[in-house]
């Protein structure tokens, strides 16, 4: 037995289940498919609209992070990168 199937459902997916008891059509189900995505993207943005408020982050911040290079280099990276410098200065 898996441990998805050993999990109890949660309360929305028992609300779909009762709510869809018989099939839909293909064209129901697609709509059905992007009304959840959508309500999906609604409950995403409305929680980072709140993180934003509650940090002082400002369309500004978010365009300044798009700008940024905060990467963190490996350190095989960083080593291949000493290796050419160290090579070059030879």
Known sequence: M???LKQ???NAQ???LG???ENLS?????????WLLEFRYRRLQNT????ADEKGWTEKTFEEWGKA???TTYKSQQQHL???ADEGSH
Do not use: C
């Open 26 to 34: 293909e064209q129901d189900m697609k709509d059905l498919h992007q």
């Open 48 to 51: 980072l609209n709140q993180v």
């Open 14 to 16: 028992l609300e779909i």
């Open 19 to 21: 709510l869809f008891s």
């Open 8 to 10: 109890p459902l949660t």
């Open 2 to 4: 898996t441990a998805s």
């Open 82 to 84: 000493k290796r050419a």
């Open 69 to 71: 290079h905060l990467r």
